[in-house]
């Protein structure tokens, strides 16, 4: 009798601890969060995990180029040349979100250039050539970035520098053409480093239907705050058919002041933007020869009748007054070091240019392009060897992951 009422109450102690066994489950924390991979079209390959991601991504352009006056002696080139119309590149972009900051994150981008004909380094010696920079971005911020990146005239110009950007300024780099006779116009947005900065700060916000931009590039001379540095301010209205933009931008190259600034927009009817920029260059050359100045002008228009194909026309002038050449005689580009110059020119540098756009979908296109480079008075173009005109035509694949 008592050993059966003792194996009652050992039963009712184990269906007790399963049951609360059971329960204690139930309740458990979900499982941890699992991290993703995804590749969404022409967005490269995105690892995301919560609200933090890092994106592998990349572009390919492959040209195939036909040359007149290629050389000093005039001679036809052709060639699979450097890409006409985008760099090609790889690269590294990523953020992530900061704890109790309301909605503060950091963020980076590593950005790579090659020659695809060859497989060799753009900048040789240099990885990163075209982005190496970390930031920090918030709808109160807007977006601050430091290291090497566009300077703020390029980003604010580029939706009327030509027709294949895009329609209105955005946070995003972008803009401009890689490799062709209408390219030039992009140098008046430079830097006392080219058309990036190396060692720049870059903020821009988005304001209702504004954007706002400021770029600082330090110079990096002990005792000198000045030379090496370039300042830059840049403001845009988006206001969807119709976008307007400007930049003033000046930068110390090599002890000498070189300043531009300018207007432009563009405007959609239909089918057709009809894009429109207006820029003016002065640079501070030896005094025996005297100060620069330069007006340009540009004119563009792209066609996206829907379907496959789009079409895209421009012409642009760049009219310079008392330009620096270099010992070749030729003109050089704004914000090139002037300080040995012993020579100046004046005329004028003329491109028509036109193409069409064949899309797969939108990671794949083919295209081809004409190009048509002229020069009056003393300017002589580097591109085209010492003569007055350059014919150039170019079909090509570009490929984005």
Do not use: C
């Not at 990146?149 to 390029?154: D, I, L, S, Y």
Request: cysteine-free; proline content about 2%.
């Amino acid at each position: 009798m008592l050993a059966a009422q003792q194996a009652q109450e050992a039963l009712a102690k184990i269906q007790q601890a399963n049951a609360a066994s059971a329960a204690s489950s139930s309740a458990a924390p979900a499982a941890p969060r699992t991290a993703t991979v995804t590749q969404p079209a022409g967005e490269g390959l995105v690892y995301r995990d919560g609200g933090d991601f890092v994106r592998l991504y990349g572009l390919i352009d492959l040209s195939l180029s036909h040359k007149s006056n290629a050389n000093a002696a005039g001679d036809t080139l052709n060639d699979m040349s450097v890409a006409y119309f985008s760099g090609n590149r790889w690269g590294l972009e990523g953020q992530h979100a900061l704890k109790d900051t309301d909605g503060l994150k950091a963020i980076f981008m590593l950005e790579s250039e090659y020659e695809l004909p060859t497989g060799s380094m753009d900048t040789p010696g240099v990885l990163f050539n075209r982005d190496a920079w970390l930031g920090l971005e918030s709808d109160a911020l807007g977006k601050l970035t430091l290291g090497r990146q566009n300077t703020v005239a390029r980003e604010f110009s580029k939706i009327y520098g030509d027709p294949y950007g895009s329609a209105g300024v955005t946070l995003e780099e972008g803009g401009y053409s890689n490799n062709n006779n209408f390219k030039q116009l992009i140098f008046y947005s430079g830097s006392a480093t080219g058309t990036r900065y190396d060692k720049g700060i870059v903020w821009k916000k988005k304001i209702g239907d504004f954007v706002l931009g400021a770029g600082y590039q330090l110079g990096g001379i002990p005792g000198d705050f000045d030379t090496g540095s370039t300042k830059s301010l840049g403001l845009a209205y988006n206001a969807g058919r119709f976008n307007l933009s400007g930049f003033y931008n000046t930068a110390n190259v090599n002890g000498f002041t070189h300043t531009s600034y300018s207007v432009g927009g563009n405007y959609k009817v239909g089918p057709v933007r009809l894009n429109a920029g207006y820029i003016h260059y002065r640079a501070e050359q030896p005094s025996l020869i005297g100060d620069r100045q330069d007006k340009a002008y540009t004119v563009s228009a792209k066609f996206t009748p829907g379907g496959k194909l789009d079409y895209e026309a421009g012409w642009q002038t760049m009219n310079a007054d008392n330009a620096a050449v270099n010992g070749g005689g030729f003109v050089l580009n704004a914000y090139a070091n002037t300080a040995n110059a012993t020579h100046s020119v004046t005329g004028k540098r003329k491109t028509l240019y036109g193409s069409v756009f064949y899309h797969f979908d939108k990671r794949t296109e083919l295209y081809l392009a004409l190009d048509r480079l002229t020069t009056d008075g003393g300017y002589l173009a580097a591109q085209a060897n010492g003569f007055k005109s350059q014919s150039e035509a170019a079909t090509g694949m570009r490929f984005k992951f």
